[in-house]
């Protein structure tokens, strides 16, 4: 089957710092990563599509200089989350749609919970 | 924009039973994912489907095109079957491969 990493799977860290939060797709080659959002109890939102080696498209109302994501190659996309505030904590979920799959096709990773004390 | 609506929104019920969770969209799609979120967070996709019906061990997906309504069933439920179920549309007319998901149902399954 398809693998999706992430890492790490939670983190904590100080208001005013950076994180960054790792997707991989494990044994599959990934041309589009989509990177998610998701506020307790509430459903996933998009907040970004990252392309393999462009930049990544940001959904309206999504912060493209706080939420830096970097897909630099098949395997890998980074989100980082710059100077870091407590309304930032959230569970972030990337997927991968595998190289050569219809556009339907998404693998979901297992997710990363940040807390920004 | 595609609505998705999802029902119930929470469920309970005894080990053994016979599940059913739904879900409605409001525009035409080219697919329609069912996922589960176990406590912990992680998201694993049960289904992919655009069209008829798809089983995997106790759990079954349909989808009718026409109706803009799919369901998922689980027989001979378990404890271990607790989770959120999730539906998510693929939105063709969002321009790119954009999933929007619905609300989500929360399944609780007693021993």
């Known amino acids: 089957g398809a693998v999706v990493s992430q890492h790490p799977s939670w983190v904590i860290c100080k208001s005013g710092t950076s994180v960054k939060i790792e997707c991989r797709s494990l044994d599959f080659q990934a041309t589009t990563m989509f990177w998610y959002r998701q506020f307790p109890k509430q459903s996933l939102m998009l907040m970004a599509t990252s392309n393999e080696g462009s930049k990544a498209t940001y959904e309206q109302g999504v912060e493209k200089d706080k939420f830096l994501i970097n897909h630099a190659s098949l395997t890998l996309s980074t989100l980082t989350v710059t100077s870091a505030h407590p309304e930032d904590s959230s569970f972030y979920i990337c997927?991968?749609?595998?190289?050569?799959?219809?556009?339907?096709?998404?693998?979901f990773g297992p997710g990363t919970r940040l807390t920004v004390l | 924009k595609n609505e998705v609506e999802q029902s119930p929104q929470n469920l309970t019920a005894q080990e053994g039973e016979f599940i059913t969770i739904n879900c409605s969209y409001s525009v035409g799609i080219s697919a329609l994912h069912w996922l589960q979120q176990h406590p912990g967070g992680g998201i694993v996709s049960l289904f992919m489907l655009s069209s008829g019906k798809k089983k995997h061990g106790r759990l079954i997906a349909t989808i009718n095109i026409q109706e803009k309504h799919s369901s998922l069933h689980i027989t001979a439920s378990h404890p271990r079957d607790s989770a959120v179920y999730i539906c998510a549309v693929v939105d063709p007319w969002g321009g790119s491969e954009k999933l929007v998901f619905g609300k989500g149902t929360k399944l609780t399954v007693n021993p």
């Open positions: 997927s991968a749609r595998k190289q050569g799959s219809s556009f339907d096709t998404q693998y």
